[in-house]
């Protein structure tokens, strides 16, 4: 059983994202425990005056997701999109960690998002693989897989399951694929000798 | 030019910082620019709207009242900070100020980078709908390796990095002028006449008439037949006279109607195209003035009621009645609140009226069964009530034997059936009855309600006794005017000719507590400005919780299961608030936990009157099979255990005859559905089976027992005791139906004055309830047609007591 961390992309109350990771997490329960996380009550992420303070003082908030990614196995993101690009909320979130710990350096990670329009989040999806890439947070993304919902206001019935098969379907191949992808990553980097350079750094300095 | 630049981070060092400084300087002859800071702008949340809040505004306002924005970002992450991210999406959300603005972006890093991706970034986010910024293109200005670039002034210290600055900076001022002059508004005129367009509504077309001058929006009428009464047709006022006073199309939807809101926007729209205009150039004007209006407001009255309901505003009446001042503060943008989706009857034992009527088959029946009910079961406090109401039905059956007789009623019989029919037990074995001094009140008093609200303007169709589903009994005046329209209408012209006030769209915060006294509420304007309402009094007239389905299964110990997308009869604004408000000065709640369902309301939209809803005397009720399975006669709550058992979901079988008892609908209303497929209709049973998925043959049987028991006057298998029509008619009806959240009988604890009490039992000075808010009184089920009777009889007592109480009376 993989052990995967879910982040909710937004700190609204009413959102389709957490009713897909709700879903993923019931449908794909005999094959990974995947809990939830919601990043609503993190503070908003603002950078230190001095760079030494950066590993100091780290909100207990922050520490606390930090320790959940360290935890798991994998990632799975779902982002909505907010004026083509991810939530301020979720970039907060991804800022405190490659600030301060840089967990989710090396960490497997899975993109999905669902939006009220027909496009399915797609242009915040693709921001999201370029933040994730940059050297600060350097998360393994896997390669050329996009689960992208759209018109997700419909997409659920009453018990919060999708409604489309074929969408269903969809989604259990890249979850599949991204079980193998998460084994193989793990394997890579137990074979890498290389030492993980803890480095301070400031945006600003 | 007025040019606002942004610092795109909350960082206190910041190089994009230094170089916004460096440029006002620099460019101070050319160009006035104000540099804003973003570190006190709260990160975005669409659930937490902000939109109000001062630097929100000041934001706003001062990027439309610029020439041309310039945004610094860093890069953080490959992308641009998350605190400039939250600010744009607070101007995307329901502020639009970027829309069409000239924008210049720079950006400087200590890396060789400058901050290109988030540059980038930045470009598509400026370029999303909803942002639509006018992005100068080209001319892209990256100050790398920043932390080298000034020197100990300030001042960029490479001559050429200036001169790239200033011919970018130069062009951008020249970009702004002409892209400026895309946002002035193009002249048009439009081709005078009537248009007829349809809008598409909740419940389909809505057919709309639109005439215009050259110059003007002059008039909008819409046909809104098909919509749900009470909340839409505020929509079919309010918009059009925003549109009409603005000339414009930039309008906020209701809170509740959205989407009929926007339906009347887009039919306007099409008769604007047809006019000859494009649209969009309207979508441009800004809002109407009524809507920009944000001062806060202050009042100073004797007594303020909390909900613009049946209740709230009978306590208002009175209050006016008594000489007092009087102002209804209601949440939603029109008065009614659940009184105006009721069915209209209101119970009162009245036998001198009832005597016209003839008794019905099974009626007697249905006193004797329950005057056998034995004593050791019946509280000691009504008692008394139950023999002297043995001795009032036994002269009734000495004096007409076994002759017809007139229908029977007293306050007593009343009385009893709201102690029996309340009387519940919970899932964890506590019993519930209702509080003997409030059930007399209500009984007693019921009548006068009813004559009252007669003074008032309430006409009744006084040649028809009226029994709702689960009332037991036929006691119910109905008022001419369909649904509870008929009361609200009357209450709110009176309230207003007799000098009261009532305030729309201004849902209540909190109470004004001072020295640990209630001098009156704090409210939230239409747009979000505070009303403040000074009171000695304060009646809380709000509704129950039927529509905050977290809130039901918080409190729930009566249901097994309460489904997240249960439906409610219920207006969407009866989200317990005044119950919340109550507890914040410490009141006291009973009964929480017994809510009722209305067994027969619409499966997908828990309304009531949807399909033929007929008097259960004939209700044929059956199930997915097309087998009866309960007392049609039984109150709601059994009526709702016995569906839930059969999966919920069941239908209503009518006939011609049948239909013509159902209530609040029309021949095109029932044809219309009919079309519609929400209720199906056919000329013989075996073919209404088949529409509904039964077995022909197990409906025939169904229907030819029922109608023999009608024969009978006897129902050996299910011992319904009230009978009226048989199912022999054609053409016949089945209308589906559902159990959905109707009535909180719990809440906020009263005494008879309807005085609030702490959890000692003592009154909190100069708070009052009335109506659903409290509790008590239908412990764990109201009989139907009580809910009117507890409003008015209630809502009238705590205007008097607020009166009397404040003159220390």
Redesign the interface.
Known sequence: MMNYLAIVGT????STNRMLLQFMQKHFSNEAKIDLYEI?DLP????K?DIEDAEVDIPEQVKDLSDRITKAEGVIIATPE???????????A??WI?YTTQTLKNKPVMIVGASHGSLGSS?AQA?LR?????P??GARLMPSSEFLLGKSQSAFD?SGSLISAEKVAELEEIFREFVLFTEITTELLSKRTLKKKTKKFS??? | MKIIAIVGTNAKKSYNRMLLQFMKKHFESRAAIEILEIADVPMFNQSDNQTNSEIIQTFNEKIIASDGVIIATPEYNHSIPSSLKSVLEWLSFELHPLAGKPVMIIGASQGTQGSSRAQLHLRQILDAPGVEANVMPGYEFLLGSAHKAFDESGNLNQEGTIDFLEVCFLRFLRFAKISNQLNQEEEFTYNPGVYEVNAIGHSGKLPMKVSFSETRIESIDIDAKGETEGIADVVFVRIPNKIIEGQTLNVDALSGASETSNAVIDGVAKAVKLAGVNPDILKRRPKPASSQMREDEEYTCDVVVVGGGGAGLSAAAVALQQGASAIVLEKYPAVGGNTIRSGGPVNAADPEWQQQFNENPGERQTIENLLSTDESLIHPEYIDDFHALKAEFTAYQEKFGTQKAHLFDSPLLHRMQTYFGGKRTDLNGSTIYGQYDLVKVLTDNALESVHWLEDIGVEYDKSIVFAPVGALWRRGHKPVKSYGSAFIIALSQYVEENGGNIITDTPVKQLIIEDGKITGVIAAGVNGQKITVHAKAVVLASGGFGANTQMLKEYNTYWSHIDDDIKTTNSYAMTGDGISLGKSAGAALTGMGFTQMMPVADPETGELFSGLQVPPENFVIVNKKGERFVNEFSGRDVLTKAAIEQGSLFYLIADDEIKKTAANTSQEKIDRQVEAGTLFRADTIEELALKVNMDPQVLRTTIDKYNSYVDAGFDPEFHKDTFSLKVEKAPFYATPRKPAVHHTMGGIKIDTKTRVLDENGQPIAHLYAAGEVAGGIHAGNRLGGNALTDIFTFGRIAGKTAVEEMKGL
Do not use: T
């Open positions: 700190n609204s109350d009413v609503k908003a992420f603002i950078e005056e907010y004026d083509h690009a991810i939530p301020a909320v979720l970039k907060s991804l800022e490659s242009r921001h370029q933040i994730l890439d940059s600060e947070l009453n945006w600003q300095e």
